[in-house]
């Protein structure tokens, strides 16, 4: 069975600093694979996501993720964050009978 | 209008109580998910449908059922609340050859 993992329950960063979120998945055959914004009080918002092709992808909010087969990786990056990027965020992957499978999710804080 | 909207939005009920959320699209997506979300555990599955006449079972489905009365519309029910229960509750649509998910906005419901 498929199975997502973030590492990290809680990140913080300084504003404008760079950012990533790590992200592993298991899962037998090509991933479908996916990273949610869920900011507070609302449902979950598609950032980006990975079907084939190009290893790096980009995301809505400045947002892009890689890809890494070999690490069983797709970890989401910015380069600079903004205090509206604080929220929670969470990885996916699809697998087969048409359902995803989400990590615990990773809650990013802004520091001024 | 929310293309996937969730009522009520909040709710409190009482233990042993009988309570239904609702859920309605207007994206014309088949499918049709009823997820679960508790601090720490992220997202998981209650149930889903990918039409009508298709209901299929998540991996938390013990207490909760559901209905789809219509391609747009997907109810869930607990039949009688307990209160560990009392979590947030998300529906999704996705297109079936889309794999990616719409949220709505959840539903907070607290079960006393």
């Known amino acids: 069975a498929q199975s997502v993992t973030q590492p990290d329950i809680h990140i913080t960063v300084s504003e404008g600093a760079s950012l990533e979120l790590r992200c592993n998945y298991s899962y037998g055959a090509t991933p479908y694979l996916f990273w949610y914004v869920q900011s507070p009080g609302q449902g979950l918002q598609l950032l980006l996501k990975?079907?084939?092709?190009?290893?790096l992808v980009q995301g809505i909010k400045g947002f892009e993720a890689e890809f890494k087969r070999s690490q069983s990786s797709f970890n989401l990056r910015k380069p600079s964050v903004h205090w509206s990027d604080a929220a929670e965020y969470f990885c996916?992957?699809?697998?087969?009978?048409?359902?995803?499978?989400f990590g615990d999710g990773t809650t990013l804080t802004v520091k001024p | 209008d929310a293309d996937v909207t969730q009522t009520p939005r909040n709710r409190i009920t009482k233990t042993g109580k009988r309570i239904m959320l609702e859920c309605s699209q207007t994206k014309g997506h088949d499918r049709m998910y009823w997820y679960r979300q508790d601090p720490g555990l992220g997202l998981r599955l209650i149930y889903y449908?990918?039409?009508?006449?298709?209901?299929n079972k998540g991996e938390i489905s013990d207490g909760y059922s559901v209905s789809r009365q219509a391609q747009a519309k997907f109810s869930l029910s607990l039949e009688s609340a307990i209160p560990n229960q009392t979590a947030l509750y998300f529906c999704?649509?996705?297109?079936?050859?889309?794999?990616?998910?719409?949220f709505g906005s959840g539903t907070r419901l607290t079960v006393v």
């Open positions: 449908s990918f039409d009508v006449k298709d209901i």
């Open positions: 999704a649509t996705s297109d079936a050859g889309a794999y990616d998910y719409t």
């Open positions: 996916a992957v699809y697998a087969n009978a048409g359902k995803s499978t």
């Open positions: 990975y079907f084939s092709g190009d290893t």
